[in-house]
């Protein structure tokens, strides 16, 4: 039975569910960060997956990063599937600007984590379920 | 017209088209890191390709992340669009081990370059050219 890994989980918070994958808001507030996690047991490999669910979460994939981008106004949009920590299958999806934090490096492996206030994931997540709501769910 | 970007022509080593990427060994023995540049116009975002564009490309990302982990029995392949120096479309296809540099941070903007000797890097596409003539063209 899928379960999300407990370091994803206590890295994140739950914006929702889609058709195959939960979507999580890291809980770091140096970047609009957001991670895909498809509820498929033992899933590790993305070519490891059959095709037809890799269609289905690249579908997702899309839609989010469509919305990440639409909220942010980013510069780029980073997708990612490394696994190098969390060997559960989960795909980051990341708004990247010229001003932010490590800029033109990587997010992952970089300083500490900053959660946000309370009051500003909570307002995020909103947004998020309000977007997803109309363009996806 | 699609023209491969001259900083990835300039870093990598041209391994072969398939049907609508091409493939590159990035000239870093540091890793086994190759890179799949599909040949489309303008490509910059993930989610801005059409629905079949996307799966075109990731039924190569696929082939060619099997064939990586074939060739160096890694223990985790990284998959990932970043585009944050290059912003033409290309996907990094990343064999990575615990034993290796920067394990398990990334390998974007981790040190300097390490290019292959020509006498294995030659090898290495030798093999790649028969894996991928096996499996994919």
Redesign the interface.
């Known amino acids: 039975m899928y379960e999300l890994d407990p370091r994803l989980a206590a890295d994140t918070i739950m914006v929702g569910s889609l058709g195959i994958s939960d979507v999580l808001l890291m809980n770091d507030s140096r970047w609009f960060w957001l991670i895909l996690s498809p509820r498929i047991e033992d899933a ?6 059959h ?1 037809d669910q ?2 289905d979460i ?2 997702e ?3 989010v ?2 919305v990440l ?1 639409g909220m942010s106004s980013c510069k ?10 969390v ?1 559960q299958l989960h795909i980051h999806i990341v708004a ?1 600007n010229e001003e932010d934090e ?5 997010v ?2 970089h300083g500490n984590r900053v959660p946000y206030h309370e009051d500003a994931s909570d307002q995020i997540v909103e947004v998020l379920r309000e977007h997803l709501d109309l363009e996806i769910l």
Do not use: C, M, Y
């Open positions: 590790v490999e993305w070519h490891e997956l095709t890799r269609q690249d579908f994939i899309a839609n990063a469509a981008k780029k949009v980073n997708i990612a599937s490394l696994g190098n920590i060997d990247r490590n800029w033109p490096n990587p992952w492996g």
